[in-house]
């Protein structure tokens, strides 16, 4: 039970996520403008891009440290992830459909949270637990 705190917020947010990805199609709101700038791209970017941050920071809590190879881990899982959330909307979600594009936004969400969890750590914003106080 220890090791849930850590991975809390995340599974919260993997959980929303998956919510969010498979409301049926007519409650997915809408507007010309929304299309023009590719909102859907978007949402699929920042809602990867924060699922992986939430997993980095969680595993940077439980170890006090990350390696590349767990980033990468990480960010290819939550590749799969879309993709899988792109398969349920095809054959179970009502009014979804598959989307490659989707996809592709959430690969490039999930190196961007790579990116901004690297940087938040660079810039001393996370600490390891292990680090002393001050």
């Excluded at 990350?66 to 009502?94: C, D, M, P, R, V």
């Excluded at 592709?104 to 961007?112: H, N, R, S, V």
Aim: with cysteine.
């Amino acid at each position: 039970m220890r090791l849930i705190r850590y991975y809390l917020p995340a599974i919260i947010w993997i959980l929303m996520v998956l919510y969010v990805c498979t409301i049926p199609g007519e409650k997915v709101p809408t507007s010309p403008f929304f299309e023009k700038i590719h909102m859907d791209k978007i949402v699929h970017f920042s809602l990867f891009g924060c699922t992986v941050l939430l997993l980095c920071i969680g595993a940077y809590r439980q170890k006090g440290m990350i390696s590349k190879t767990n980033l990468t881990l990480i960010a290819i899982a939550a590749s799969f992830y879309g993709l899988a959330i792109e398969y349920i909307q095809k054959y179970i979600a009502i009014h979804r459909s598959f989307d490659m594009n989707d996809v592709a936004a959430d690969t490039l969400g999930a190196i961007g949270g790579i990116i901004a969890f690297n940087l938040i750590r660079k810039w001393g914003w996370l600490k390891s637990p292990s680090a002393p106080n001050k």
